[in-house]
């Protein structure tokens, strides 16, 4: 029928809609659509970086996104952007941004973060400053002036073309923002004497109109910081056709209107979800001629095409992804297709010789190895190997600043006022543009700063929420832009009185019902397209009226009833410091370099009484025996070739979660879903614990907010609580410091999890199916549990048992880094180290005899846990007493 | 002593009278009972087919209801064999008459408790691997656990207490074999086990009897001091300390007097036997519950001292929250059952109050589950993670099974009335006139 409809329409307009796909995908798309007809190939995605293309034009006459890199800096001010969650390449930045925390002689990088609502980037900031929304051109132009002034990076002529461009004062930014001039002036005198600064944009979604004008007035900031070429890369970029904007899919909207499309193909675009509702994209698609979407799953754009063909997934297909310049990457399948049928390029290569006699040879693959061939040379055997061409220029030209610019280009920058309590829409590092939307692993990683799962939710200060007499839970009526939703609000204590978030990627309506969930943010979009021809946002007005309605919010923070406040600590405002108990510790940066720490046996070190957390200073209730001869006596003995240990930086972690999905896919662990969180039945094995502590703001309320976040997993102690308490011996120590759990051996009385003082044991409180192709996802090594039984981590010792029978072929031991375990694979931020503690020479053994290292509770219970944790890094200047 | 009594020969006539046809209105309420055990398996049964997830408990309160019934039940146990066994063994008079009747409830409450640790695991079809046997699986018991000690320590105390009871009971069923005809006849003959009542067979009994009496006397102590060990053996905050097993032993011996004092109050009006238990019973009993309640509300405050005295910031946190936190109504409910309302105690106008007394030991009944409540729940909400905090709040399984669990122990026991004498005869009969002396002569004429 496709073929008939084709054939018919040949030579008209057919056109296609697809993500933002490049290199051979791109160039075979691009005949398609040239060959068939008259039609146009558009891509889109919600989330573009155009604008650092315009902006980049503008200040440096070129039309690129640049490679932005932390690596060298020691200051980074991030005026909104989430760049450890959503904005940039967040994989890479937090890689960097680890090594930027990282102590050298008492001194390590500082981090500021401007914004209303704490992101988890912020959570990992020396200093979040809560800038309204609204305000970041103003702050930018202000920090630009003061740093430019001083600047050594500026020639004499830019100097003067910048004076005359950014006339905003701190005190004009101050008002704007409503932070204290003397804050900020701090922050471009930090900026100006450090060594190496990046300065990176706020996030775009909330810029509204000034999108252009913000991004450049960031890149000339840069400029004078001298971080062009060195931080801000533009040898390395993403040319301006890699990264669409959203005009084309207006152009395409409207045509489509007029009846001009005749025959449309979608891909891996969804367009009736992310598009504002104002632009009609549904509407627009009935009167297209024939719609067709290529689709591994429905959703809302596939759901109400005419046609929907089922194509492969991006597991069992080919592909090609072209980044930045020099950055070419190839993707094959990694796995025998499921189903009888071709990826998407196959059915269009068939399309192409059937419909139009177009004689392509073979399929996708033979494409894509000629395309990459004749572009790449003959090596095409070696590329596959490698995942594909890597030859990204480390560091760029440092360019000047072009002649672009109109000299009033800033002039008329105002701040953007839309109420006392904005509503301001987040990007979200689970959802994004919603196309994740469908995965049960992100609905069910808790958001970090509020540990909800499974929901949107409307986040407000706790402090505006009780003064409009709001409870976790309450549904409102959200009104703004002429639109409105239903949505639940959530306290949030990280959250400034100065905005109202909701983040975007839920709410969908065509996927399975337990994904369809959530609100669309996306709903308040302007239909009209911003400076930057981007769909966008900006602060709103908006209006909240409660419904009378009340959902329970699935949070991981406090569960059991799941409607109760932001986190345990919240009960006890005022005091949470002390409700953090030692588990997680931090140092101040100064105080390093003088030894210290646990010596690798569980010490526990009196901590600098001005950290974020004090300790008690009351006595222990058990005494440290940890050199008494009998223990050290029993330990050496009892091991024998190995004792694995894990070791996190906390210092370098930042919360994100990976390590947490990473051990649901290699463990199959069970995801639960909301009803059963609500009641505090999560199974993950390995949670992320997120800890407040609040300074005194000097007159009874809260100052500033510090966030301490402590990957907590089976501690794997040597003195295990848990071990002694099983009747049936299901859990026992091995010879290699394991903790080790017999499932088929458990009765389940729960007594090891009650007196697990880490709480992270979990119970099978049902048997959880798996049907049909989600079998697929498991893991061949890994048991799959049933109703009734405990279980937890054991550091992927199904992996120590691999990576042992392979030594033992080869007639050795397991050597240092054989083994890895699947949380610390999955951590950007390299924050976890694994090995054996028994080899002197092992890495975990160096980093467990950090002088930052501590073991969990283990002065106060003695239970040798086999996990040793580096204190986070605090400054000096930030201490709270 | 004066209120004792009654003629030598109404005895067998009186006691036996329990055992009659009956009622209707016994007909009615063992159905209901039976329906009310209809409810425990149907909730089991729907635990066992779903998984624990339909009980209230959670991620980090892994016992809840279940374990606080099981302690409850065990506790109730404890008044059958002290009474029957301590007293016996200091020759205290006021035993005889009411031993029978509670000794009866300790086993049936054992027989409640020992459902729980079935119901309580998350498969409870395997709950024989708790149990040490040489086996073709060649899998063993952990000896370091105390719920191990926990199954040595009931299975201990029910099987010696079911033989202590079954021997109690072969002169008196001997002498229902006398009255009875037919069927009836027959199984009592054979239940009898060949009592004549010779002084042969008496002398014998008496030795035996005392034998087991002095056996029962240490698992009286002992049981809930393993049972208390669960807990104290743990490092749970709340849980771990040295006072629990005297505290837990008290608490069992306040709420199973308590209990006994609940059933015997109806029981002895419905069955017309005030002859036999007097005012004076109970006001010893309610003595025993007296004091228990003092030592019982002494450990309450000696548990904050410690907490106090240790400075340990998590043990101190977890008595805080335990009064002010989330359980606060829970732990102020069994503060005042187990303490306050029994106070009035004190008074012996009080203790011959049958009213006021019935309704002081409801509330030493419910105080005693709640006190187990407190324990075991509020002490899991909140350990050493403040991130891993949570709630608990029971199911309607939960619910279900305890529920049931009740009309469970009362089929047992209406049976028992109806099929065997819940009063001892000869113990009885001990404390009356001989029946050839003078004085039950003068009075038969």
Redesign the interface.
């Known amino acids: 029928m496709l073929r008939e409809k084709l054939t018919e329409n040949k030579g008209k307009n057919i056109s296609a809609l697809t993500g933002p796909v490049t290199g051979a995908v791109e160039s075979l798309w691009t005949r398609f659509v040239g060959d068939m007809g008259s039609g146009q190939l558009v891509r889109y995605e919600p989330y573009s970086q155009a604008y650092m293309v315009k902006a980049s034009e503008l200040a440096f006459g070129q039309a690129a996104v640049p490679k932005v890199s932390l690596k060298g800096a020691d200051l980074v001010c991030s005026l909104g952007a989430q760049f450890l969650e959503t904005w940039g390449d967040v994989t890479a930045l937090a890689r960097e941004y680890a090594e930027l925390r990282t102590v050298d002689h008492g001194k390590r990088g500082v981090h500021h973060q401007f914004e209303a609502k704490m992101s988890m980037t912020g959570a990992s900031a020396d200093k979040v400053h809560h800038a309204k929304p609204g305000s970041e051109t103003l702050l930018a132009l202000a920090l630009l002036k003061e740093v430019a002034a001083a600047s050594s990076h500026l020639s004499a002529e830019e100097k003067a073309m910048v004076n005359g461009m950014a006339g905003v004062s701190l005190a004009d930014a101050a008002t704007a923002t409503g932070l204290k001039a003397d804050d900020l002036k701090g922050v471009a005198d930090a900026l100006a004497h450090a060594k190496s600064a990046v300065v990176l944009p706020a996030e775009a979604l909330i810029l509204g109109d000034e999108v252009i004008r913000h991004h450049v007035a960031v890149l000339l900031l840069n400029k004078a910081l001298g971080g062009i070429g060195k931080h801000y890369n533009y040898t390395a970029s993403k040319p301006l056709e890699r990264v669409p904007g959203h005009k084309p899919v207006l152009d395409l909207v409207a045509a489509m209107n007029n009846g001009q499309v005749d025959v449309l193909f979608i891909k891996d675009a969804n367009p009736a979800y992310a598009l504002p509702p104002s632009v009609g994209f549904a509407d627009a698609l009935g009167k297209v001629g024939l719609s067709v979407a290529f689709a591994s799953n429905l959703n809302e754009t596939s759901g109400i095409a005419d046609l929907v063909i089922p194509v492969h997934h991006d597991l069992e297909a080919w592909g090609q992804v072209d980044t930045y310049q020099g950055l070419s990457m190839l993707q094959q399948p990694v796995m025998t297709p499921r189903w009888e049928m071709k990826q998407a390029e196959d059915q269009l290569i068939d399309l192409l010789n059937d419909v139009n006699s177009a004689a392509i040879e073979g399929n996708f693959q033979a494409y894509l190895k000629a395309e990459w061939v004749a572009r790449h040379g003959g090596n095409w055997r070696d590329d596959l190997k490698k995942g594909g061409r890597f030859e990204m220029a480390e560091s760029g030209e440092n360019l000047s600043i072009s002649g672009n610019l109109p000299a009033g280009y800033f002039s008329d920058v105002a701040a953007v006022s839309a109420g006392d309590h904005p509503l301001v829409l987040v990007d979200s590092a689970r959802f994004g543009d919603g196309s994740t939307a469908n995965r049960d692993w992100l609905h069910e990683l808790p958001d970090t700063m509020t540990g909800v799962a499974w929901d949107s939710w409307l986040e407000v200060s706790s402090h505006y929420g009780h003064e409009q007499g709001l409870h976790n839970g309450d549904m409102v009526e959200l009104s703004a832009n002429g639109q409105s939703v239903k949505v639940p609000v959530f306290l949030c204590q990280t959250t400034s009185d100065k905005v109202m978030t909701l983040a975007t990627g839920l709410g969908q309506t065509h996927l399975a019902p337990r994904h369809n969930r959530g609100v669309n943010a996306f709903t308040f979009l302007n239909g009209k397209l911003n400076d930057a021809e981007l769909f966008s946002a900006g602060p709103m007005n908006a209006k909240i009226s409660k419904t009378g309605e009340k959902v329970k919010m699935a949070t991981f923070?406090?569960?059991?009833?799941g409607d109760?406040a932001n986190?345990?600590?919240s009960l006890y405002e005022g005091h949470d410091h002390?409700?953090?108990?030692d588990?997680h510790q931090t140092v101040a940066a100064a105080s390093l370099g003088h030894g210290g720490g646990h010596g690798g046996g569980g010490h526990h070190e009196e901590m600098d009484p001005n950290s974020w957390f004090p300790i008690?200073t009351?006595?222990?209730?058990y005494p440290d025996r940890t050199d008494t001869k009998v223990y050290t006596d029993r330990e050496e003995t009892f091991y024998d070739t190995y004792k694995w240990e894990l070791a996190i930086d906390l210092n370098k972690c930042t919360g994100c979660g990976s390590c947490v999905t990473a051990c649901y896919a290699e463990n199959n662990i069970p995801v639960v879903g909301k009803d059963?969180i609500v009641?505090?039945?999560?199974m993950a094995w390995l949670?992320i614990?997120?800890?407040l502590a609040f300074a005194d703001d000097g007159h009874g309320g809260h100052g500033d907010v510090k966030v301490g976040m402590?990957p907590?997993m089976c501690q794997q102690c040597a003195n295990a609580?848990c071990e002694?308490?099983?009747?049936?011996?299901a859990t026992y120590h091995t010879k290699s410091g394991l903790n080790a759990m017999v499932y088929n051996?458990?009765?389940?009385?729960?007594?090891c999890?009650?007196?697990c003082?880490?709480?992270v044991r979990?119970?099978?409180?049902?048997?959880f199916e798996y049907e049909g192709d989600q079998n697929w996802q498991m893991n061949p090594e890994v048991t799959v549990r049933s109703?009734?039984?405990?279980e937890k981590c054991t550091f992927c010792s199904h992996r120590i048992r691999v990576a042992g029978d392979l030594a033992k072929d080869k007639g050795g031991i397991i050597q240092d880094g054989d083994v890895q375990t699947a949380c610390q694979q999955a951590c950007p931020s390299h924050a976890i180290t694994f090995g054996n503690y028994s080899d002197k020479n092992s890495e975990v053994y160096k980093v467990a005899h950090d002088e930052r290292a501590y073991r969990a509770?283990d002065s106060?219970?003695h239970t040798k846990p086999g996990v040793s944790y580096l204190k986070r890094v605090v400054l000096e200047e930030e201490h709270h007493g | 002593m004066k209120e004792l009594n009654f003629p030598f020969r109404d005895i067998n006539r009186d006691i036996l009278r329990t055992l009659e046809k009956p009622s209707i209105g016994y007909l009615v309420l063992l159905t209901g009972i039976l329906a009310g055990v209809g409810v425990l398996g149907f909730c089991f049964a729907t635990q066992v087919r779903?998984?624990?997830?339909v009980a209230?408990?959670?991620?980090?309160?892994?016992?809840g209801v279940y374990i606080t019934d099981f302690v409850f039940w065990i506790g109730i146990g404890h008044a059958g064999t002290l009474i029957s066994a301590i007293l016996f063994l200091f020759r205290a008079r006021w035993r005889n008459a009411i031993f029978r009747a509670a000794e009866s409830m300790t086993i049936f409450a054992v027989m409640t408790a020992l459902l729980f640790p079935v119901i309580?695991?998350?498969?409870?079809w395997?709950?024989w691997?708790?149990v040490p046997y040489p086996n073709q699986r060649e899998?063993?018991?952990?000896f370091?656990?105390?719920?191990?000690w926990d199954?040595f320590a009931v299975s201990t105390y029910f099987s010696v207490s079911s033989i202590f009871f079954c021997i109690g009971l072969i002169p008196d069923i001997a002498a229902i074999r006398d009255r009875a005809t037919g069927l009836r006849k027959k199984i009592y003959t054979m239940l009898s086990v060949g009592w004549d009542s010779s002084s042969y067979q008496w002398r014998h009994y008496m030795a035996g009897y005392g034998f087991f009496a002095a056996l029962a006397t240490p698992l009286v102590l002992s049981v809930h001091s393993v049972v208390s060990w669960?807990f104290a053996?743990?490092?749970?905050p709340g849980w771990h300390s040295t006072i629990f097993a005297p505290y837990f032993v008290a608490g069992a011996v306040f709420s199973g007097m308590a209990m006994v004092i609940t059933i015997l109050i109806p029981f002895r009006s419905i069955f017309k036997l005030e002859r036999y238990l007097t005012p004076w019973h109970f006001d010893m009993m309610a003595r025993l519950v007296l004091l228990t309640s003092t030592i019982v509300g002494y450990s309450y405050l000696t548990e904050y001292y410690i907490a106090w005295y240790?400075?340990?910031?998590?043990?101190k946190f977890i008595f805080w929250e335990r009064a002010f936190g989330e359980y606060a109504v829970p732990f102020w409910l069994m503060i005042f059952c187990n303490v306050i309302a029994p106070l009035p105690l004190w008074s012996g106008k009080v203790r011959n109050n049958f009213t006021v007394l019935f309704i002081i030991t409801i509330f030493v009944n419910i105080g005693m589950w709640f006190e187990r409540f407190n324990i075991i729940v509020s002490s899991?909400?909140?350990?050493?993670?403040?991130?891993?905090?949570?709630?608990?709040?029971p199911s309607w399984v939960e619910m279900g099974i305890t529920f049931g669990s009740f009309c469970w122990f009362f089929m047992w026991f209406f049976l028992f009335i109806k099929f065997f004498p819940s009063l001892a005869i000869t113990e009885i009969k001990e404390l009356a006139e001989p029946p050839m002396s003078g004085k039950a002569q003068k009075e038969a004429v």
């Not at chain 2, 309580?120 to 409870?124: K, M």
Request: aromatic letters at 16%; glycine letters at 8%.
């Open positions: 923070h406090l569960p059991g009833r109760q986190t345990a600590l002390q409700y953090t108990r588990l008690h009351d006595k222990d209730f059963q009641k505090g039945r999560e949670r614990n997120r800890y402590l907590m609580p002694s308490v099983c009747p049936s011996l051996r458990c009765v389940g009385t729960r007594y999890s009650n007196n003082s880490y709480k979990r119970f099978n409180w049902f048997s109703k009734g039984v405990m509770l106060h219970i | 779903y998984g624990m997830g209230g408990l959670n991620h980090p309160v892994g016992w309580h695991i998350g498969r409870a395997l709950f691997w708790l899998l063993w018991v952990n370091r656990s105390p719920l191990l199954v669960d053996v743990s490092i749970v240790s400075d340990d910031v998590f043990e899991l909400t909140q350990e050493y993670d403040p991130f891993a905090w949570g709630w608990y709040t």
